[in-house]
């Protein structure tokens, strides 16, 4: 970190505090979501890393997608994600964010995650166990101290691509952003 | 709720967790290991492995699917496919490891792979998983998980004793039961349809067979083989030796179920399921000399073709050495004429009694004919020519199994010698010994080879069930003279130990250990070292390539004359099957040549 | 409390139906005319079976009929039982159950949804589980669930390291 | 009645309060609910059409995803049904197997949630030791299947692999543990805590006739002095070869359905070390042949267990082929998630929606499928 002041660039020195504080959105949007307290409290008290829960999406920095999505999720989660405040990084958990996953053909879920939301690390896991979380958490904060989750920045300058994906599916999206 | 205790103090007790250890897992400092069952990542033998694509049939999420990896060589009975796993997909049930026919796919306990590039989440696993790290094994597949079904349905047989006494066949069949549960065990891997000669839909017609749609497997049988009750029974059965269950289990039966499958289908019916009812005839003829099985094989494609065939042999009978030379007790006549008839019934001309060569030219055949088919097979036995074998005590296998197959009174003494380690010597030796039964009551043959018993050519059931009928096994001696009486009557067979059969490029060149010699009593030796064909009905007339002993012939079974198509044993041996094969080839080759394609 | 025979014959006595049979144990499966279903509940309503565990559907598209599976079960005789009857696919039309247990309007909505049953008297039938669905019901059988996949998403192919066939 | 007083708010599905992915629309009036809808479908993944599309031997994978909270009841369903319509007997040291896993299950699940209605109303000392205390049988699951949450360890014809018996001791252990170290603190820092009796007395409250109007099973009817319990009623896996209560409350409220999750846990315990003590040897899979061509003959069964919210059930059809022809998940709290939030939420506090929702045990995943 120290050298980081060295270096001394103000960004760097946001980057630095963002990776020690990170807001997690509280919402379980698949079975993913069943490891998340155990993470969170005693046995793996992710609060270690300076990561906890936060209540509303304009707090929360950090949005964890734990598994498949349902497009009717997926509308509720884009509408969470544009009401986050930049920085804001998403985490895939587990198959079904990569290749759709056990739903692979089901009529009602998503199956490529970063064709609707720019997702930082996938964490590979059906369901990923509390230790693979800990492991991407992690890596992302390591990301966000080098400057590296540039998700947010992706999503703007490409907001053409993915509003098309996202009223592929859905049809109609009210916008915040 | 009055009977409810509370106190405002009571809460207080959490205090103490202040003074305790704290339960948390300082991970990554002080990691947790998983459990030793652990289902994590899948790591896979690719040497063990033979590409069967089990693992993709059970795969739920259609996470597997097999890539092509040209550096693991391709050996009998294998694919040159492995398993590759999408991380995007997988959800780490472990069904593939539940059902991997050879045991070769397990998981680790590893469980951490994090990536930023999802592209990154698809791998092949060997040795090492996902992460290319070493991880303790985790999750193994036990007898209870065990998905395959690897104990094979028996066969009924008759008893030993109970069959020594007859002719009458020897193994009864599936019932339908069996049949089906047997069919069952098939993972539909089609490993065995790269391995058969004939590349029969194997696993198709076993599906038949599972479904109860007998006609359905009969189809898909005669696809590729028009003597299925032959094959059904005295088929060498390479398909089973490669069969994916046999590498933890027994090999499925593959053999009896399609013999099932074409027993309960009544000939009358075969017209109407295999659409032969109303052939288009082409008015083009063809002669097929020979009513072996490669002869069979290329009149019923021929026919089906709408060819007309004439099929020309020198017995009295269809069939060749499927009659004359295999004993009813392993191919009932019954059976095999089911086949013959379902093919005379196409429209096809027999002509029995007529040796090409004396009878008729093969020119003239030439000329009456568009095209010949020649699969005259070999029927001359071959003799070890020691001295004494001369001797009228001394006969030669294959005409005794043909006199036997033609119901004529053969010579049988008490106590009589069969040289030979192949499935010919195994044939007379055991209808030598029915015949003994049946005389004097009593089995007492003995069977000498120069090949010890590992080597031996003839079947290993057949090795077996011969010692249960009571003939002793002689391995490894080679035949040294024959020794005569003044009488002219036999004395005894004198033999030494045969060191090596082989020399190193895998020549036959036996030689032999003379220290070591055996004498073993008779008044009677059977030769059954192998048999000689007889081309000159071929070499008078034309020059014709030959490649070693065997006629050369293409991929479509043409020999270097344009016209003459040949097949079975005097172009490519050894076995049934093959016959079949070449004839088929024959068949398709000669619409070819007719039509100018060829 | 009574046994499976003793209720097979309370039913085959007032509710004539076409079939009964004790499946296993504590197990009744009664198939019904679809005109005398509603009298039917109500009647094992009134007899103890007081607890609807769900209402099923099946469609035997071959048949060109819907099943209708009510599941009963009676906390005096510890029995279960699977009332069934079947209506015509098309219009797959039927009466509701709502008056005899109010609960049974989201049964049904459930099933409109997902096979285009209608319930006469079931106002409340609209779009419950899905969101803007535009196509058959999903659980009928003529859906094809991985033709419709194909069509709306696309899988990754992992830069053509995929090997798919 | 007065609009300009009505407020209209969509609690969940993001939303702490909520339990999983699921929302509740209503309508307050002052700080009293006056109207409620359920906001469900948020986690249909249309499990059952894609049973339809799979053999067999693959849905014993699939299932489990159904109700993540408690995952093995899923997998003890599907078992029983392909076991009654293909009428196949299942010997007894699996069924004892089943029956040990589903009480673990069974504990776990109400730890679980006595954690969540804890944090319900800001204990969050109990929401932390709950998931901790889970997190020890999860240990005991992963040694004896090999996974924490998704075991895939009930199959047609009995379980995957044979229990050591280090791990039965393993589970004898932390049971003893649980009843003398952790429940008595819990007994302490929660059942005897003054504010949170308050929070929950005379809550939430559902009658017997209520409940059994809409179909509502378990702690729900049970906390009116009803011991309906199907483990009891139909006996299946190895409960009849085992002495237990039925615990059951006097008000029909969110505190009695609390220590109705407590006793059972209790009662769990006590059925686990009966079974662990006379648990038969021999076979724990019945041989069903090859597992691509699993096949039983035409027929259906409705078949259902006790999990820890009551009757949780499915019907299922074979048409004689390796597929299911169809299979009708019937979730324990599908009744009170659709149509208990509409009759039966109006009147409660805006305070006490969380506690209403989370102490009925609704499990969105379940009827949303």
């Known amino acids: ?177 | 709720m009055a009977n409810d205790k509370k106190s405002i103090f009571s809460p207080v007790t959490a205090f103490k967790n202040l003074v305790k250890k704290p339960e948390t897992v300082r991970y990554p400092a002080e990691s947790n290991d998983a459990a030793k069952r652990y289902r994590g990542f899948h790591i896979n033998d690719l040497e063990d492995c033979i590409g069967c694509s089990t693992c993709q049939e059970v795969c739920v999420n259609d996470a597997i699917s097999m890539v092509e990896m040209l550096d693991v060589p391709a050996e009998e009975g294998q694919r040159s496919e492995r398993p590759q796993i999408d991380y995007g997909r997988c959800c780490w049930c472990g069904l593939c490891v539940d059902v991997c026919t050879t045991g070769s796919l397990e998981m680790s306990r590893d469980y951490s792979y994090i990536e930023i590039d999802p592209d990154s989440f698809i791998v092949t696993p060997a040795e090492k998983d996902i992460n290319q790290v070493d991880h303790p094994l985790g999750y193994l597949r036990d007898e209870h998980s065990d998905l395959l079904d690897l104990k094979r349905i028996d066969m009924e047989m008759l008893e030993p004793e109970e069959r020594i006494n007859s002719f009458i066949e020897i193994v009864e069949g599936f019932s339908k039961e069996q049949a089906e549960k047997e069919a069952s065990r098939c993972v539909e891997c089609e490993i065995c349809t790269d391995t058969c000669p004939a590349s029969m839909n194997i696993p198709q017609y076993i599906r038949g067979i599972f479904d109860d749609d007998l006609e359905e497997s009969l189809e898909q049988i005669y696809e590729d083989n028009p003597l299925p009750e032959i094959c059904g029974r005295v088929c060498t059965h390479t398909c089973e030796g490669v069969c994916a269950i046999s590498h933890r289990g027994e090999a499925v039966s593959i053999r009896w179920l399609k013999r099932y499958a074409v027993d309960n289908v009544d000939s009358a019916d075969y017209k109407k399921v295999l659409g032969t009812e109303k052939i288009e005839q082409n008015n083009k003829k063809v002669a097929v000399v020979g009513a072996g099985p490669a002869g069979l094989s290329a009149a019923h494609y021929l026919s089906v073709m709408g060819y007309q065939i004439t099929v020309y042999d020198s017995k009295e009978k269809a069939g060749g050495m499927m009659r004359y030379g295999i004993p009813e007790y392993r191919l009932p006549y019954d059976a095999l004429d089911k086949d013959i008839n379902y093919i005379k019934s196409l429209g096809v001309d027999f002509v029995f009694n007529t040796r090409i060569g004396e009878n008729i030219t093969l020119d003239e055949l030439h000329e009456q004919y568009d095209a010949v088919f020649a699969a005259t097979g070999l029927h001359n036995g071959r003799s070890t020519r020691v001295p004494g074998t001369d001797n009228n005590n001394v006969y030669q296998a294959v005409n005794l199994l043909a006199d036997i197959a033609r119901g004529k009174e053969v010579p049988v003494t008490r106590n009589l010698v069969v040289i030979g380690g192949g499935n010919v010597a195994m044939d007379i030796a055991r209808s030598m010994a029915r015949i003994q039964m049946d005389k004097y009551g009593e089995v007492n043959i003995t069977v000498t080879s120069l090949e010890t018993e590992d080597i031996m050519p003839a079947d290993q059931e057949e090795i077996e069930e011969a010692r249960e009928e009571g003939i002793v096994f002689k391995p490894g001696r080679g035949p040294k003279e024959i020794e005569v009486n003044e009488d002219g009557t036999l004395a005894q067979l004198c033999t030494n130990c045969c060191v090596s059969v082989f020399d190193e490029e895998m020549n036959f060149s036996p030689t032999f250990d003379d220290s070591d010699i055996e004498n073993y009593e008779c008044d009677m030796v059977i030769e059954a070292i192998g048999q000689g064909g007889d081309n000159s009905y071929i070499d008078d007339q034309f020059e014709i390539e030959y490649a070693g002993p065997r006629i050369k012939i293409n991929d479509y079974s043409q020999t270097s004359v344009d016209w003459l198509f040949a097949g079975g044993d005097i172009a490519l041996g050894p076995d049934v099957i093959t016959a079949i094969k070449t004839g088929h080839d024959a068949a398709v080759g000669i619409d070819m040549y007719l039509n100018d394609e060829l | 409390m009574r046994n499976e025979k003793e209720l097979l014959e309370l039913i085959n006595v007032h509710l004539d139906p076409p079939a009964a049979e004790i499946k296993r144990k504590q197990n009744v499966s009664v198939s019904i005319k679809q005109e005398n279903l509603i009298q039917a509940l109500s009647f094992l309503k009134s007899h103890s079976y007081q607890h609807l565990s769900t209402i099923s559907c099946v469609d035997w598209l071959d048949e060109g009929e819907f099943e209708l599976v009510y599941h009963l079960f009676s906390y005096d005789d510890y029995i279960n039982i699977s009332l069934k009857t079947r209506i015509k696919r098309e219009p797959g039309v039927f009466q509701t159950a709502k008056e005899i247990w109010p609960v049974a309007e989201f049964y049904e909505r459930d099933i409109h949804e997902f096979f285009g049953v209608e319930f006469k008297g079931n106002d409340n039938l609209e779009e419950m589980i899905l969101e803007n669905w535009q196509h058959l019901p999903p659980m009928r059988k003529d859906f094809d669930t991985r033709k419709f996949v194909n069509d709306n998403y696309e899988w990754r192919d992992y830069n053509g390291q995929k090997h798919t066939d | 009645m007065d609009k300009s007083t009505q407020t209209e708010i969509f609690f969940g599905p993001n939303h702490p309060g909520v339990p999983g992915n699921y929302g509740i629309n209503y309508n307050f009036e002052g700080d009293t609910v006056t109207a409620a809808e359920a906001n469900a479908g948020h986690l249909h993944r249309g499990f059952e059409k894609l049973m339809e599309e799979r053999i067999w031997i693959k849905n014993t994978a699939l299932v489990p995803r159904i109700c993540v909270e408690e995952p093995d009841i899923n997998e003890m369903v599907y078992a029983m049904g392909f076991e009654a319509i293909g009428e196949i007997e299942v010997p007894r040291r699996a069924d004892y197997i089943r029956s040990i896993i589903l009480e673990l299950a069974r504990i776990q699940g109400h730890i679980f949630s006595i954690g969540g209605n804890a944090a319900g109303i800001g204990q969050y000392t109990i929401m932390n030791w709950g998931t901790l205390t889970r997190d020890y049988i999860l240990d005991i699951f992963e040694e004896i299947t090999g996974a924490r949450v998704y075991h895939i360890y009930i199959r047609p014809g009995g379980v995957r692999q044979d229990i050591e018996a280090e791990t039965f001791a393993k589970i004898l252990d932390l049971m003893n543990e649980l009843e003398n170290e952790r429940f008595p603190d819990l007994e302490k820092t929660l059942f005897e805590n003054p504010n949170a009796q308050k929070r929950w007395q005379g809550k939430a409250v559902i009658t017997k006739e209520e409940a059994i109007e809409m179909g509502a099973t378990g702690p729900v009817l049970r906390a009116n002095g009803v011991p309906h319990d199907l483990r009891k009623m139909m006996p299946y896996a190895a409960y009849d070869d085992v002495e237990f209560e039925v615990p059951t409350g006097d008000n029909g409220d969110a505190w009695d359905r609390i220590k109705i999750a407590r006793d059972d846990m209790l009662q769990s315990i006590k059925i686990i070390r009966q079974l662990i003590n006379k648990i038969p040897d021999g076979p724990v899979q019945t041989d069903l042949g090859n597992g691509l061509k699993y096949r039983i003959p035409k027929g259906d069964a409705y078949v259902k267990i006790e999990s820890k919210r009551g009757e949780y059930g499915y019907y299922m059809v074979s048409d004689g082929s390796l597929k299911p022809y169809r299979v009708h998940v019937r979730g324990a709290s599908t009744p009170l998630g659709l149509y208990g939030v509409r009759e039966y939420l109006p009147g409660t506090r805006i305070a006490d929606v969380p506690v209403w929702a989370k102490s009925l045990g609704i499990c969105p995943p379940e009827f949303d499928r």
């Open chain 1, 1 to 177: 970190m120290n050298n980081n002041f060295v270096k001394g660039s103000w960004q760097e020195i946001l980057d630095w505090a963002q990776n020690k504080s990170i807001n997690m959105l509280h919402y379980c949007t698949g079975c993913g979501a069943i490891e998340l307290p155990p993470t969170m409290t005693s046995r793996y008290d992710m609060s270690r890393f300076g990561i906890g829960p936060a209540a509303t999406p304009r707090q929360a920095d950090m949005l964890l997608v734990t598994g498949y999505l349902s497009t009717k999720t997926l509308r509720r989660l884009i509408y969470t994600y544009e009401q986050m405040q930049a920085p804001k990084f998403v985490v895939g958990f587990g198959s079904c964010t990569i290749n759709g996953g056990m739903y692979w053909d089901s009529y009602n879920t998503i199956k490529q995650l970063d064709k609707y939301l720019p997702v930082e690390i996938y964490i590979a896991g059906c369901m990923p166990r509390p230790e693979a979380i800990l492991d991407g958490l992690l890596k992302l904060k390591k990301m966000i101290n080098n400057g590296e989750a540039d998700g947010y920045k992706r999503y703007e300058e490409n907001l053409e691509f993915y509003h098309q994906n996202q009223e592929a599916v859905l049809g109609e999206v009210q916008r915040t952003q």
